[in-house]
């Protein structure tokens, strides 16, 4: 039964989600682009990278509390903020404006896209649609 342990624990850790501690210089080059644009006033604090299955996830904190994930190939996919952004420039232009012009960036809580879709949840529970193309949709 000693063995039958180690064989489920040995199991159980093959199968769970495989969390790493990442040099900024190992994210992918898409990634670390896209902070350097986007993001680079704001000091990095930690790097991960998460392995689910065959998916590989990168997770960045920033000195702010603003929390980004990529994907394996660098593409965001996610961006939490603890406080208001201070830029939302990596959105298409009507996006921008939309959430700019409604005075609506202090009020964003959370950024996410499937690389198509993007959808600004605001911290009023109130949620902004569009696209990669720009179109909003109402």
Same mark, same amino acid.
């Given at each position: 039964?000693?063995?039958?342990?180690?064989?489920?624990?040995?199991?159980?850790?093959?199968?769970?989600? %495989?969390?790493?501690?990442?040099?900024?210089?190992?994210?992918?080059?898409?990634?670390? =682009?896209?902070?350097?644009?986007?993001?680079?006033?704001?000091?990095?604090?930690? %790097?991960? &990278? %998460?392995?689910?299955?065959?998916?590989? =996830?990168?997770? %960045?904190?920033?000195?702010?509390?603003?929390q980004i994930e990529f994907d394996q190939t660098g593409a965001w996919t996610k961006i939490n903020y603890k406080k208001s952004p201070k830029t939302i420039s990596y959105l298409p232009e009507t996006l921008q404006q939309e =959430?700019?012009?409604?005075?609506? =960036?202090?009020?964003? &809580?959370?950024?996410?896209?499937?690389?198509?879709?993007?959808?600004?949840?605001?911290?009023?529970?109130?949620?902004?649609?569009?696209? &990669?193309?720009?179109?909003?949709?109402?």
């Open positions: 039964t000693e063995l039958m342990k180690k064989l489920l624990i040995t199991l159980f850790l093959a199968v769970s989600t %495989v969390v790493f501690s990442f040099a900024q210089n190992e994210l992918p080059e898409k990634a670390s =682009i896209f902070l350097e644009t986007h993001f680079s006033n704001i000091q990095i604090q930690k %790097v991960s &990278r %998460v392995d689910i299955e065959q998916v590989q =996830i990168f997770k %960045v904190l920033l000195a702010d509390k603003t =959430i700019e012009s409604n005075k609506q =960036i202090k009020k964003v &809580r959370e950024i996410e896209t499937d690389g198509y879709d993007i959808a600004i949840q605001l911290k009023n529970k109130k949620q902004v649609k569009g696209n &990669r193309f720009g179109k909003l949709e109402k």
